[in-house]
């Protein structure tokens, strides 16, 4: 529980909840009764950070080991951060209210770049020196997994070792090796020369970067041993995977206030601008029954009302059907609603919205994420427009009124015509509703577009294209805004800065770390906040550091040109990157994994063979 020191000041803050502990499920084990003791951070405010997924599953896949227990730490807001200052309180675990400080690890999942300066303001809450140089000590080690791994470079200085790719297998070879180096007094160095031996390990400090005249890359050699490719780990066997049975429920509510089980992991699609598709390839999917057993016991242990079968594109999962089936007659008895987000409009048949009607309806969300079909074949997003409206009209025929479209803007080769293109296809998806002749009666139909700016990102095959400039992006948004002519469909649009900081981080390397520790120490934090994020702080800390932010966002790379990321591997080759990046230029598709394989190499993770080829699923 919180330190009593902390009782007097709670009622002074909002949402006190946050920093309580004490929930339903919460896993409290003695410090005296293991031998390492994990501190899993979540680098975001409580809402966020207890709706994530992979925190749920490392939680309780630590804390079933009987030598070892895993606490939740998250960024204190800055109400909460005046108070803990200026009353000498460290951050502290949810479970036990005792200081970060005092933990073996300290883990970060990293998901979002414009988080990176609250992992050092977290840090030095815990009264931790920030940069890893400066803590000398065996413990507490501080790793980070998560999407933004990919490319570790900016946070380098910060982190003493990166887990690319899944965590569910190697945090447990790590507990082991720090539980045996802890055990002999081993030095830290020490220890970190042999972790780098374990796959899907990297230890920033073991790799030596060069630069050329034009301040690109030359190379990264790898020291004391550590292998020259970092390879991400892989989970071949979701149905054997650790898998929580139980999770955390909150007092409070939170971003996403339901429980979520995950149906497979990958995607068969391979949009060009979708970094998760390409980092969590090959495609690997569990069985109907694992699935459906995994939900009625979470379900069960938490009492929520609602599940989420979390993929990157449900419609795709081929034992949908299967579990449904078996799924709806309980969670119709239980009153529990089904949802199903990412669903694509090119796999969205009736029996789908039949098997969803006999449910409580969520909005239905899609994404055609470009206005033409031109730019649609660029991003190789694969749908059609008379698809989008076709299965709008299903939809509207089964009662939904609400659909909300995903797009982007930034693409490569975009014109005017497909940004005017987005408007048109909102408004094409209103006509159709007034056209269906079975549509809720006395209803207006409301169509909400979601518009995110691209930023092109590490193993995509967009890593080499510049990104729009912010002033650009805002342009183009307000073009869109004046295209639009009905009431009936609402623009939201993301921050063109964040996207701007979001895409320098994300490309680029180990000389940004000094950039990032300026503007912490300015005051920069929760800069995914539009009421934090403060420009002109950035752009200071950008220039004291002699940094131009627009070389990692502004120039386009040749495709030769060694990238930051280039000594980690996902399994998608740089070959069929580039190869995926000129057809983007010809206007050129390339089919699903189902329809052709395209040989992207991430086959090789799975022992040369794709869980989607097997036969052994469904």
């Not at 609250?118 to 790793?143: F, H, Q, W, Y």
């Not at 180096?181 to 796959?199: D, T």
């Not at 069960?300 to 609602?306: F, I, K, L, N």
């Not at 120039?555 to 740089?574: A, I, N, Q």
Request: hydrophobic share 35%; aromatic share 10%.
């Amino acid at each position: 529980m919180y330190p009593e020191k902390l009782e007097k000041f709670l009622l002074k803050v909002q949402k006190p909840g946050r920093y309580t502990g004490g929930e339903l499920n919460s896993i409290v084990k003695p410090r005296d009764s293991v031998d390492i003791s994990y501190a899993f951070c979540f680098p975001d405010t409580y809402e966020i950070g207890m709706s994530h997924l992979g925190m749920k599953i490392l939680y309780s896949l630590v804390n079933a080991r009987d030598d070892a227990r895993c606490e939740r730490v998250f960024a204190p807001d800055t109400d909460m951060e005046e108070i803990m200052r200026a009353n000498d309180i460290p951050l502290y675990a949810l479970e036990s209210g005792e200081p970060v400080k005092d933990f073996d690890i300290i883990g970060f999942t990293m998901q979002y770049e414009l988080s990176y300066t609250n992992v050092l303001n977290m840090l030095d809450l815990a009264g931790l020196p920030v940069k890893s140089a400066e803590r000398t000590e065996l413990t507490p080690i501080v790793i980070a997994g998560g999407t933004c791994v990919c490319n570790a470079e900016p946070m380098a200085d910060f982190f003493d070792i990166t887990l690319p790719g899944d965590g569910e297998e190697v945090t447990g070879e790590l507990i082991d090796l720090l539980k045996e180096y802890k055990a002999k007094g081993a030095a830290k160095q020490e220890f970190l020369i042999a972790a780098a031996q374990i796959p899907g390990v990297y230890v920033p400090s073991l790799y030596e970067v060069e630069y050329n005249g034009d301040n690109t890359v030359k190379s990264v050699t790898p020291t004391n041993g550590a292998p020259a490719k970092v390879i991400k780990r892989n989970v071949s066997n979701l149905d054997a995977m650790f898998s929580p049975d139980s999770f955390v429920v909150p007092f409070i509510e939170t971003v996403f206030d339901r429980t979520t089980v995950e149906i497979f992991r990958g995607c068969i699609r391979g949009c060009r601008f979708c970094q998760a598709g390409f980092l969590t390839r090959p495609l690997r999917e569990k069985s109907p029954e694992v699935v459906e057993k995994q939900c009625r016991a979470i379900c069960e242990a938490t009492g929520y009302d609602e599940i989420s079968l979390c993929s990157l594109s449900t419609s795709d999962y081929k034992g949908l059907y299967k579990l449904l089936g078996s799924m709806i007659p309980w969670a119709d008895e239980n009153k529990i609603n089904i949802a199903l987000p990412s669903l694509r409009v090119d796999n969205f048949p009736r029996e789908l919205m039949e098997k969803l009607n006999s449910v409580r309806r969520s909005g239905l969300t899609f994404a055609p994420e470009a206005g033409t079909q031109r730019l649609r074949d660029v991003i190789n997003k694969n749908i059609t427009e008379k698809e989008v409206l076709s299965t709008s009209a299903q939809a509207f025929e089964g009662g939904w009124t609400a659909v909300k479209l995903y797009f982007m803007i930034g693409l490569p080769t975009e014109t005017d015509e497909d940004i005017e293109g987005i408007a048109n296809l909102a408004q094409a998806v209103v006509d159709e509703y007034y056209r269906c002749e079975n549509k809720p009666k006395g209803k207006s139909v409301a169509v909400n577009i979601s518009l995110a700016s691209l930023v092109p990102k590490p193993f995509t095959p967009f890593q080499w294209e510049p990104q729009d400039r912010p002033e650009v992006l805002i342009e183009k948004q307000n073009y869109l805004l004046s295209c639009i002519k009905t009431k009936k469909v609402q623009l939201s649009r993301h921050v063109p800065w964040t996207s701007f900081l979001e895409g320098v981080f994300s490309r680029g390397d180990r000389r940004l770390g000094e950039v990032i520790y300026t503007a912490w120490k300015k005051g920069c934090h929760f800069d995914s906040w539009e009421e934090h994020l403060d420009r002109e702080k950035w752009m200071q800390s950008f220039d004291e550091c002699g940094i131009d932010p627009y070389f990692y966002t502004a120039r386009r790379r040749e495709l030769d040109e060694v990238l930051p990321w280039d000594h980690m591997d996902y399994g998608v080759t740089k070959s069929f990157l580039q190869r995926e990046n000129k057809k983007a230029h010809a206007g050129e598709t390339t089919p699903c994994c189902r329809e052709k394989c395209a040989g992207c190499g991430a086959a090789r993770l799975n022992g040369g063979v794709c869980n989607e080829l097997s036969e052994n699923l469904v």
